[in-house]
DNA sequence: ACCTGAACACCGTTCAAGT
DNA sequence: ACCTGAACACCGTTCAAGT
């Protein structure tokens, strides 16, 4: 049976497959090639190396951002759901996040979420300048969120380790810690994050007022 | 001539040695052994693994952070001074910071800034929730931050790669970027992060002085 | 044009042997 | 207690050979 040829697309598939099923860690050529049952050098036909397959890993997943934008709602709103959706990524794909986010990516790949991003900052009011920083500054906001989400489990296996035990803490040197390590013990991302967001959007509104 | 004795201590600074040399991907047990003139098994007489070296790694760079808190400032310049002082392992330590920011830590080496950032936080009223959400809301924006100011130089060599250039975009498609791109091609690292910290700190002020 | 096995220069880590 | 070389099971990638 003559099994689909192989192409780009398909081995970049294989590779988030791998990623997800067991980690970055078990990424190899040779572990994909096996998966799509060839020889390793065939990968070499259509990806002219590892490294660069890892770029097509990252752009593949950030493609999948489903981004259904209202031109007619509040820009807050539409930020709100714009980051929203960048969030997911981090549901659907929650161990190749970390390879979107290491990576460094000179495509135009993430082009997309930016303009749809810098058009609603732009709609809004702000500056050409003030929409880029406020842009950074929100990428950067969701990056770090999205690492702490995933990082927090590199494997699935421990569900509910503990990283700060009470009793454990000296509370002479850590007062705070310690009195807080309830709270510091558990994470409910999303309340995290859409806590930040309502903060950082209602800065945005500030800084708006502030500059009009 | 007996060198120093073989050590953790002496491993990690080597590991980190090499990697702001010749960056993350070129650690190996073996150059490491290399680097420290021993044989590669040596090192496991210290270090159970190369992961747990890593974490290691991370601690060190983590416990390298100078903080200087001044208690009778002001709380919003007491914040400024805890995020900047994170801020600069990117830059005694650029290549680790990728190490640092992609593993999870269960160790006490991140604790003291998590200490002095919490107690900073009660002292301006906040209450444990408030102040352990808002805590996890700057290490997200700086853990971000950090990310973009290093994973733009993976290598120091491309002083200056236009990432996005004007003529390359499709301005049709993405009209904003376009007419954005000099502003996107430049980033001033610190002005950005300064940027944001200031929105953030201002964020902060007004959700104390809501929920006052 | 696409596939491939052999080969090269690497990895992390186990183990048994040394002192 | 600490060091170590040999060995094992892996890597990414080059190259020459196939179709």
């Known amino acids: ?6 192409s780009r697309g398909r081995i970049v598939a294989a590779a988030i497959g791998l990623i ?23 990968l070499y036909n259509h990806v002219p190396s590892k490294d660069v397959l890892l770029n097509g890993v990252a752009e593949a997943v ?14 807050t709103d539409r930020v709100r759901m714009q980051a929203r959706a960048f969030r997911q990524i981090a ?38 300048a003030d929409a880029v920083s406020i842009l950074r500054m929100f990428i950067a906001y969701i990056v770090g969120s999205l690492l702490r989400e995933v990082g927090v489990t590199p494997t699935f296996a421990p569900v509910h ?24 013990d558990e994470c409910d991302h999303e309340a995290e994050f859409e806590f930040g967001l309502e903060l950082l959007i209602q800065a945005m509104v500030a800084h708006s007022a502030r500059s009009r």
Do not use: C, N
Request: charged share 20%; aromatic share 4%.
């Open 20 to 42: 997800e099923r067991e980690g970055a860690d078990a990424v190899s050529m040779r572990r994909i090639a096996a998966d799509l049952g060839v020889g390793v050098m065939s």
């Open 161 to 184: 380790t503990r990283t700060i035990k009470a009793d454990s803490v000296d509370a002479t040197l850590f007062p705070e810690v310690g009195s807080l390590a309830p709270l510091l």
């Open 62 to 75: 950030l493609s999948k951002i489903e981004f259904t934008d209202d031109p007619d709602a509040h820009w």
């Open 91 to 128: 549901h659907h794909y929650p161990r190749s996040t970390m390879v979107v986010v290491s990576r460094q990516l000179h495509s135009a790949a993430g082009l997309l979420p930016v303009e749809r991003a810098l058009a609603t900052l732009r709609s809004a009011g702000f500056g050409g």
């Open 1 to 6: 049976m003559p099994t689909e040829p192989l």
